[in-house]
């Protein structure tokens, strides 16, 4: 009886596993480089609209975690604001919380940038998809405004030069990775 209940147990809690990871972040893992993970309507394209209604519709702060050991609202730095607020999906959830030194295909960061007031300036976005721009991490860079105007997107070279620094870092400020 005490086997059965243990087998059960650890089956429902797989299942609940893979539950939450599948409908809460709209991620599936994936064999093949690595750690991948990409979204599960075939792929997100690297376009501003595109990732914009992803998160829209993913309603990414509810779905998404906030960086680990971040809270809302942390001291920014110039150009995205002096409060900042960051959210990640699992696939960089679990990069970062495995220090794992990069993340993998299909990490998303999403950076809300507040003035001091607390009020949201813009939104940016930084999104893993593999071959997309091996020289800068192959991160694709997005600026929506408040509402989801896309103001920037692609291989944005402010963003990239400003992140260079940190290319040890997988192109991250935030936090180190390892």
């Known amino acids: ?3 059965s209940f243990s087998a059960i147990a650890l089956l429902l809690g797989i299942c609940l596993v893979f539950f939450y990871f ?3 972040q709209g991620f599936r893992g994936g064999g093949g ?3 991948s993970a990409t979204p599960t309507s075939s792929a997100l394209k690297p376009e501003g609209a595109a990732v914009w209604q992803y998160l ?5 702060t ?3 975690k906030m960086w680990p050991g971040k809270s809302s609202f942390y001291q920014g730095k110039e150009p995205h604001g002096a409060l900042l607020t960051t959210y990640v999906n699992i696939p960089a959830l679990m990069a970062i919380a495995g220090k794992k030194g990069s993340f993998p295909e299909g990490s998303m960061i999403v ?7 607390k009020q949201l300036k813009s939104i940016t976005v930084m999104y893993k998809v593999y ?3 091996p020289e800068a991490g192959d991160w694709f860079w997005a600026q929506y405004a408040p509402g989801g105007k896309v103001e920037a997107e692609g291989k ?3 963003c990239i030069k400003c992140h260079a620094e940190n290319k040890n870092n997988d192109y991250i400020f935030t936090a180190p990775l390892k």
Not at 56 to 60: E, G
Not at 111 to 117: D, I, M, V
């Open 62 to 64: 509810k779905k998404f």
């Open 156 to 158: 944005v070279d402010t």
């Open 33 to 35: 480089r690595g750690a």
């Open 1 to 3: 009886m005490k086997r």
């Open 22 to 24: 599948g409908s809460a």
């Open 131 to 133: 071959g997309y721009n």
């Open 111 to 117: 950076k809300e940038n507040y003035s001091s007031e």
């Open 56 to 60: 829209k519709t993913t309603d990414y």
